[in-house]
């Protein structure tokens, strides 16, 4: 994702006012913890079809567990009020028994104060019955009605009006039923009737939730180029124009560059950016979204590519961990282009340090960049900032200067070929760079960089000091 200051700057944080699920036999409970106290059962696959104009959607979950229920969230919004605003209704919910007669199962809609990421989510609890809980993979199906969706992080409060989805971090369930976990080993597949030519996540590799995305509207597909790899990238885009050609340039010879460095491409033969409007960048797999005021600065359209490899190739463990999607994808952006010789690249870093500054001179914001001590308790779309992508790539910069470009790339590329279609932390990415780089104390170096309030003096990572233990 790109943080939006550079298109917002100054703009108050989003209010969240986004569409909710409910119905008519629903129990409100006046219900106030964070996490589900029971186990749950896992939703693996989840395919939805959402229809156009009259905003019908009916998606198929497929489970795997245990439990004999499954919880999702239908409704996520920074208030209840906000959540009550728009109404939804859940048309049906039933299961696919072994006969292969859809039944009804029972199911209740509860509010939910997540106080560790400071929203309310309406949660649709469903417990399966008999016939339905003994199948090895059992589906739930549940058909409803969505309204409007405003965007609710980058300002523009136009979703659906804007025609495209936004659900990050954790708001994917104001889009269809979901586990909005960042590890979460799961598969989308979204498609849309009666949206014009609509662009939509189809997949059958696991991303984070937020990774899935639809886009609407009259969009052409206008081709960019192939790799040495045989990815074909296209453009996607409301109109034609030749300019966006020579601004996107460099999307392909950087795909390439990872696809040949880091590793291969894990999301299909056939991506590329999708123009959208009133956004500032997101990594969508495999069609990632690029504002479309943002045609005239190729790093969004590579930054977003980018991600392929860190942020959904390796998910993460936790939102705690957001420095290793955004960190190590801000640091790849500027050398990849660099590599090129995109001048952009260096516009990009020279930006990049003057909105770590404003960052670091507010008061207001969380000044560190990991934050080990906990997992899926950080709130990382309350604490957003500049400061965990910019930290992030100073790390890798200050790693570099020591061990040489090439060195950090090897080290790069073995964790995302071990790590790849999983999740992982950034403690796992800081124990690899150690082994890569065994005389450097990279141990201290993220310390300094990362988990400090501050920026450190020093801008290059030190030598290891022999220790001595005692006998
Ligand atoms: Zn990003």
Not at 68 to 81: H, K, P, Q
Request: charge should be negative.
């Amino acid at each position: 994702m790109v943080r939006l200051a550079r298109i917002a700057r100054g703009a108050p944080f989003a209010i969240l006012a986004l569409f909710v699920l409910l119905s008519s036999s629903c129990q409100r409970r006046p219900v106030a913890v964070a996490r589900s106290p029971v186990s749950v059962r896992r939703v693996v696959d989840t395919r939805v079809t959402f229809g156009f104009p009259d905003r019908v959607a009916s998606a198929e979950l497929t489970l795997e567990g245990d439990s004999d229920v499954v919880e999702v969230d239908v409704g996520v919004a920074e208030s209840r009020a906000a959540l009550d605003e728009r109404s939804t209704t859940i048309e049906r919910v039933a299961g696919v028994p072994p006969t292969g007669a859809k039944v009804a199962l029972a199911f209740t809609i509860a509010d939910v104060e997540d106080r560790n990421a400071h929203v309310f989510r309406r949660r649709l609890s469903i417990e399966l019955d008999e016939a339905t809980a003994r199948e090895e993979r059992p589906r739930v199906d549940i058909d409803y009605r969505f309204v409007e969706q405003p965007s609710h992080h980058d300002g523009a409060h136009k979703g659906f009006a804007a025609g495209r989805t936004s659900t990050w971090p954790y708001f994917c369930g104001n889009v269809f039923p979901c586990q909005p976990s960042p590890d979460a080993d799961a598969t989308f597949h979204l498609r849309v009737t009666g949206g014009g030519s609509a662009i939509a996540t189809d997949l059958s590799t696991p991303i984070p939730p937020y990774a899935a995305a639809f886009a609407i509207g009259g969009f052409h597909r206008e081709w960019l180029g192939v790799t040495h790899a045989g990815t074909t990238i296209d453009l996607f885009r409301l109109g034609t124009g030749d300019e966006v050609f020579r601004d996107l340039a460099s999307v392909v010879p950087a795909f390439a560059w990872m696809e040949t460095h880091v590793g291969p491409w894990s999301f299909g033969a056939n991506v590329g950016p999708v123009l959208a409007p009133d956004t500032g960048g997101m990594e969508h797999v495999p069609f990632w979204h690029v504002g479309d005021d943002r045609v005239g600065d190729s790093t969004v359209a590579v930054h977003e590519a980018i991600h392929g490899w860190f942020g959904n190739g390796v998910r993460l463990r936790c939102f705690e961990d957001f420095v290793l999607s955004e960190g190590t994808t801000e640091y790849l952006t500027v050398r990849v282009l660099r590599e090129l010789g995109d001048p952009a690249g260096d516009g990009e870093w020279a930006a990049d340090l003057d909105e770590l500054d404003a960052a670091m001179a507010r008061d207001d914001l969380e000044k560190r960049a990991w934050r080990p001590e906990t997992c899926g308790v950080f709130d990382v779309g309350r604490h957003y900032s500049v400061i965990p992508y910019v930290k992030g790539a100073l790390f890798y910069t200050a790693l570099e200067r020591r061990i040489g470009f090439p060195r950090l790339v090897v080290a790069l590329r073995e964790f995302y070929v071990a790590h790849s279609l999983h999740a992982a932390s950034m403690r796992e990415m800081i124990d690899a760079l150690a082994e890569a780089a065994p005389e450097i104390d990279v141990e201290s170096c993220a310390t300094a960089w990362l988990r400090a309030d501050t920026l450190p003096s020093e801008r290059a990572c030190a030598d290891k000091v022999a220790t001595h233990s005692s006998p």
